[in-house]
Protein backbone atom coordinates (compact mmCIF):
# COMPACT_ATOMS: atom_id res chain seq x y z
CA UNK A 1 0.00 0.00 0.00
CA UNK A 2 2.63 2.62 0.99
CA UNK A 3 4.59 1.97 -2.29
CA UNK A 4 1.23 2.63 -4.14
CA UNK A 5 1.19 5.93 -2.47
CA UNK A 6 4.68 7.03 -2.30
CA UNK A 7 3.71 6.70 -6.28
CA UNK A 8 0.66 8.23 -6.01
CA UNK A 9 2.44 11.56 -4.67
CA UNK A 10 5.02 11.60 -7.04
CA UNK A 11 2.40 11.82 -9.49
CA UNK A 12 1.10 14.57 -8.14
CA UNK A 13 3.74 16.22 -6.21
CA UNK A 14 5.59 16.94 -9.11
CA UNK A 15 4.35 19.42 -10.66
CA UNK A 16 4.05 25.48 -8.09
CA UNK A 17 0.11 27.47 -8.79
CA UNK A 18 -2.38 30.06 -9.01
CA UNK A 19 -3.04 32.35 -6.10
CA UNK A 20 -4.84 30.79 -3.50
CA UNK A 21 -7.85 33.22 -3.68
CA UNK A 22 -8.61 31.41 -7.19
CA UNK A 23 -9.11 28.23 -5.20
CA UNK A 24 -12.14 29.14 -3.17
CA UNK A 25 -13.81 28.92 -7.15
CA UNK A 26 -13.77 25.69 -7.60
CA UNK A 27 -16.42 23.31 -7.04
CA UNK A 28 -16.49 20.92 -3.85
CA UNK A 29 -16.47 17.62 -5.06
CA UNK A 30 -15.88 13.98 -4.16
CA UNK A 31 -13.67 11.03 -5.99
CA UNK A 32 -12.74 7.85 -6.09
CA UNK A 33 -9.51 7.67 -7.67
CA UNK A 34 -7.67 4.46 -8.43
CA UNK A 35 -3.73 4.05 -8.27
CA UNK A 36 -1.74 1.12 -10.78
CA UNK A 37 1.35 0.70 -11.33
CA UNK A 38 1.88 -1.40 -14.56
CA UNK A 39 4.48 -3.81 -15.97
CA UNK A 40 4.93 -2.69 -19.31
CA UNK A 41 5.41 -6.51 -20.55
CA UNK A 42 1.83 -7.21 -21.70
CA UNK A 43 0.05 -4.22 -19.07
CA UNK A 44 0.59 -6.59 -16.33
CA UNK A 45 -1.08 -5.29 -13.06
CA UNK A 46 1.76 -5.21 -10.40
CA UNK A 47 -0.25 -3.32 -7.87
CA UNK A 48 -3.24 -1.04 -7.69
CA UNK A 49 -5.04 0.72 -5.04
CA UNK A 50 -8.09 2.39 -4.65
CA UNK A 51 -8.85 5.72 -2.50
CA UNK A 52 -10.76 8.83 -2.06
CA UNK A 53 -10.49 12.12 -2.19
CA UNK A 54 -12.47 15.14 -0.70
CA UNK A 55 -11.92 19.07 -1.80
CA UNK A 56 -14.45 22.10 -0.36
CA UNK A 57 -13.30 25.76 0.10
CA UNK A 58 -10.88 24.97 2.56
CA UNK A 59 -10.58 21.76 3.31
CA UNK A 60 -9.08 18.79 1.34
CA UNK A 61 -9.41 15.21 2.39
CA UNK A 62 -7.82 11.70 1.43
CA UNK A 63 -8.58 8.36 2.86
CA UNK A 64 -7.93 4.67 1.74
CA UNK A 65 -10.44 2.06 0.26
CA UNK A 66 -9.51 0.32 3.62
CA UNK A 67 -10.61 2.80 5.65
CA UNK A 68 -7.22 3.12 7.63
CA UNK A 69 -5.16 5.47 6.70
CA UNK A 70 -6.41 9.22 5.23
CA UNK A 71 -4.82 12.69 4.88
CA UNK A 72 -6.40 16.03 5.76
CA UNK A 73 -5.64 19.58 4.66
CA UNK A 74 -7.39 22.60 6.67
CA UNK A 75 -6.67 26.03 4.88
CA UNK A 76 -7.34 28.84 7.30
CA UNK A 77 -8.33 32.58 6.67
CA UNK A 78 -5.33 33.43 7.08
CA UNK A 79 -4.01 31.00 4.16
CA UNK A 80 -2.39 29.48 7.14
CA UNK A 81 -2.25 25.46 5.87
CA UNK A 82 -2.90 22.66 9.19
CA UNK A 83 -1.32 19.06 7.73
CA UNK A 84 -2.69 15.52 9.85
CA UNK A 85 -2.10 12.22 8.47
CA UNK A 86 -4.78 10.13 10.23
CA UNK A 87 -5.09 6.48 10.90
CA UNK A 88 -8.80 6.01 11.88
CA UNK A 89 -8.47 2.65 13.16
CA UNK A 90 -6.43 3.88 15.93
CA UNK A 91 -7.98 6.75 16.39
CA UNK A 92 -4.83 8.94 15.97
CA UNK A 93 -3.87 11.79 14.22
CA UNK A 94 -0.16 12.93 13.31
CA UNK A 95 0.14 16.19 13.06
CA UNK A 96 2.97 18.25 10.43
CA UNK A 97 3.33 21.79 10.93
CA UNK A 98 4.53 24.23 7.61
CA UNK A 99 7.66 24.05 9.27
CA UNK A 100 8.51 20.24 8.75
CA UNK A 101 7.41 20.28 5.46
CA UNK A 102 11.19 20.74 3.95
CA UNK A 103 12.08 17.77 6.62
CA UNK A 104 9.76 15.73 5.33
CA UNK A 105 9.21 16.56 1.76
CA UNK A 106 5.83 17.87 2.32
CA UNK A 107 3.32 19.93 -0.02
CA UNK A 108 1.28 23.19 2.01
CA UNK A 109 0.77 24.84 -1.50
CA UNK A 110 -2.73 24.77 -1.43
CA UNK A 111 -4.13 25.14 -5.17
CA UNK A 112 -1.71 22.24 -5.81
CA UNK A 113 -3.32 20.78 -3.30
CA UNK A 114 -6.59 21.44 -4.28
CA UNK A 115 -5.99 20.63 -7.88
CA UNK A 116 -3.33 18.40 -8.09
CA UNK A 117 -1.64 19.99 -10.94
CA UNK A 118 -0.51 23.37 -10.92
CA UNK A 119 -1.67 25.84 -13.85
CA UNK A 120 2.09 26.74 -15.00
CA UNK A 121 3.03 22.57 -15.46
CA UNK A 122 -0.18 21.85 -16.91
CA UNK A 123 0.51 24.62 -20.00
CA UNK A 124 3.92 23.17 -20.41
CA UNK A 125 1.71 20.22 -21.50
CA UNK A 126 0.59 20.29 -25.37
CA UNK A 127 -3.23 19.58 -26.08
CA UNK A 128 -3.16 16.91 -28.51
CA UNK A 129 -6.82 15.74 -27.99
CA UNK A 130 -9.82 17.21 -27.05
CA UNK A 131 -12.82 15.23 -26.00
CA UNK A 132 -15.81 14.83 -23.34
CA UNK A 133 -15.76 12.93 -20.02
CA UNK A 134 -19.49 12.01 -18.87
CA UNK A 135 -20.62 15.21 -20.51
CA UNK A 136 -17.51 17.74 -19.45
CA UNK A 137 -14.91 19.08 -21.32
CA UNK A 138 -11.68 17.39 -21.26
CA UNK A 139 -8.04 17.69 -22.38
CA UNK A 140 -5.70 15.74 -23.42
CA UNK A 141 -2.49 16.64 -22.54
CA UNK A 142 1.48 15.57 -23.50
CA UNK A 143 4.94 16.42 -22.92
CA UNK A 144 7.83 16.62 -20.69
CA UNK A 145 8.00 17.57 -17.30
CA UNK A 146 11.04 17.30 -14.32
CA UNK A 147 12.63 15.12 -17.37
CA UNK A 148 9.67 12.36 -17.15
CA UNK A 149 7.36 11.86 -20.01
CA UNK A 150 4.10 12.77 -18.75
CA UNK A 151 0.16 12.42 -20.08
CA UNK A 152 -2.60 13.43 -18.37
CA UNK A 153 -6.41 13.87 -19.00
CA UNK A 154 -7.40 17.00 -17.44
CA UNK A 155 -11.40 17.96 -16.53
CA UNK A 156 -11.36 21.96 -17.55
CA UNK A 157 -14.47 22.29 -15.39
CA UNK A 158 -13.90 20.24 -12.11
CA UNK A 159 -10.18 20.93 -12.61
CA UNK A 160 -9.19 17.86 -11.60
CA UNK A 161 -6.85 15.25 -13.41
CA UNK A 162 -9.58 12.14 -14.87
CA UNK A 163 -6.19 10.20 -15.29
CA UNK A 164 -2.23 10.91 -15.42
CA UNK A 165 -0.06 8.55 -16.92
CA UNK A 166 3.98 8.53 -16.85
CA UNK A 167 6.52 5.68 -17.05
CA UNK A 168 9.19 5.29 -14.16
CA UNK A 169 11.80 2.31 -14.29
CA UNK A 170 9.91 0.43 -16.83
CA UNK A 171 6.92 0.16 -15.07
CA UNK A 172 3.81 2.56 -16.33
CA UNK A 173 2.35 4.70 -12.81
CA UNK A 174 -1.33 5.03 -13.44
CA UNK A 175 -3.99 7.74 -11.83
CA UNK A 176 -7.49 7.22 -12.74
CA UNK A 177 -10.39 8.88 -11.53
CA UNK A 178 -13.24 6.20 -11.21
CA UNK A 179 -15.60 8.52 -9.87
CA UNK A 180 -16.50 11.99 -9.44
CA UNK A 181 -19.97 13.81 -7.38
CA UNK A 182 -20.79 17.09 -6.28
CA UNK A 183 -19.78 16.04 -2.72
CA UNK A 184 -23.36 16.78 -1.03
CA UNK A 185 -24.49 13.84 -3.58
CA UNK A 186 -21.57 11.42 -2.64
CA UNK A 187 -22.20 7.96 -1.49
CA UNK A 188 -18.90 7.87 0.15
CA UNK A 189 -18.33 11.12 3.19
CA UNK A 190 -15.05 12.63 4.45
CA UNK A 191 -14.68 12.10 8.32
CA UNK A 192 -15.83 14.45 10.28
CA UNK A 193 -13.82 17.27 11.45
CA UNK A 194 -15.32 16.94 15.13
CA UNK A 195 -14.67 13.36 14.44
CA UNK A 196 -10.79 13.97 14.12
CA UNK A 197 -10.23 16.76 16.50
CA UNK A 198 -11.77 13.77 19.07
CA UNK A 199 -8.68 11.42 17.94
CA UNK A 200 -5.40 11.23 19.95
CA UNK A 201 -2.96 14.06 18.60
CA UNK A 202 0.90 13.65 17.87
CA UNK A 203 2.87 16.43 16.68
CA UNK A 204 5.05 14.83 14.47
CA UNK A 205 8.41 16.28 15.98
CA UNK A 206 7.46 13.92 19.07
CA UNK A 207 7.96 10.71 17.17
CA UNK A 208 11.40 10.03 17.79
CA UNK A 209 10.70 10.50 21.02
CA UNK A 210 8.28 8.35 21.22
CA UNK A 211 9.36 4.75 20.16
CA UNK A 212 8.41 2.82 23.29
CA UNK A 213 4.62 3.87 22.61
CA UNK A 214 2.66 1.02 21.05
CA UNK A 215 1.06 3.24 18.30
CA UNK A 216 4.36 5.04 17.05
CA UNK A 217 6.36 1.63 17.30
CA UNK A 218 3.58 0.63 14.41
CA UNK A 219 3.73 3.67 12.25
CA UNK A 220 7.67 3.36 12.15
CA UNK A 221 7.48 0.00 11.61
CA UNK A 222 5.10 0.77 8.60
CA UNK A 223 7.26 3.68 7.49
CA UNK A 224 10.31 1.15 7.24
CA UNK A 225 12.60 4.11 9.06
CA UNK A 226 12.65 5.91 12.34
CA UNK A 227 11.56 9.89 12.45
Known amino acids: MHRILLSLFAL ?17 VACRYEMRVLGTAHGRVNASRSWY ?13 DGDHGEIWERTDKNVIAYRK ?8 V ?3 PADRAIHGLDFDWQRLASMLAPKDLEALKVSQRKTINGEPAELRKGVIGGQELEVTWLTQTRLPASIKKTVQGEIHLLELQELRPIEL ?4 PTPIETIDAYRQIDATDL ?3 ENDPFVKKVLHENGHHH
Open 186 to 189: APWH
Open 12 to 28: IGMLPFAAADDAAALPE
Open 86 to 93: LYHQDRTA
Open 208 to 210: GDM
Open 95 to 97: EYA
Open 53 to 65: FWRTGSTVQTRDD
